[in-house]
T-cell receptor
């Protein structure tokens, strides 16, 4: 079974500073995808960044980067130059990419981290 | 266009009512999902459809009945719900059920209240 852990219930950051949101995962499967989503209070789940288990380089998308350390089973999200609009709940998620398995395609979410950006 | 459209945005229904949630995408995605999210909790997977066939049912009670009439449309039929079924229901779609670089895009959700 796959498991995702986010140990930071809440994080605070000053505007324009960088912040790291932690995520660790546990799986014995070789193929998986790691994702970060942002959920504002409006409820929409916004895709931020993706990392495949076989990717050699860390993923980056604008101000977002994913610090992928496979041996440590961690996939931390780094947000550079925080903005007030970054205040939201952030979820780390893992997808089972083992085709043919009973959980193929299942996306499992961590408990989330509430990020608050102060002016 | 990475849009998944869900209707209605809000729904209040009685325990004896029958209602349906609708989800639509025009990105050519072949996998579609229903998730349930309670307040301050992560989303939990309910159903996965792949190429219009039910692929995963996470032991969801039969009062929730999914339907995929075509590759762009996903419905969730609701009947005889309980107050504890009140939640945010999220629909998502992805190019395929899994595989490299097939991220899931979510709709804005339907906030369901059962009275």
């Amino acid at each position: 079974a796959q498991k995702i852990t986010q140990t930071q219930p809440g994080m605070f950051v000053q505007e324009k500073e960088a912040v790291t949101l932690d995520c660790t995962y546990d799986t014995s499967d070789p193929s998986y995808g790691l994702f970060w989503y942002k959920q504002p209070s409006s409820g929409e789940m916004i895709f931020l960044i993706y990392q495949g288990s076989y990717d050699q380089q860390n993923a980056t998308e604008g101000r977002y980067s994913l610090n992928f350390q496979k041996a440590r089973k961690s996939a931390n999200l780094v947000i550079s130059a925080s903005q007030l609009g970054d205040s939201a709940m952030y979820f780390c998620a893992m997808r089972d990419d083992n085709a043919g398995g009973t959980s193929y395609g299942k996306l499992t979410f961590g408990q989330g981290t509430i990020l608050t950006v102060h002016p | 266009d990475t849009e998944v459209t869900q209707t209605p945005k809000h729904l209040v229904m009685g325990m004896t009512n029958k209602k349906s949630l609708k989800c639509e995408q025009h990105m050519g995605h072949r996998a579609m999902y229903w998730y349930k999210q309670k307040a301050k909790k992560p989303p939990e997977l309910m159903f996965v459809y792949s190429y219009e066939k039910l692929s995963i049912n996470e032991s969801v009670p039969s009062r929730f009945s999914p339907e995929c009439p075509n590759s762009s449309l996903l419905n969730l039929h609701l009947h005889a719900l309980q107050p504890e079924d009140s939640a945010l229901y999220l629909c998502a779609s992805s190019q395929d059920q899994g595989g490299w670089n097939t991220e899931a895009f979510f709709g804005q959700g339907t906030r369901l209240t059962v009275v």
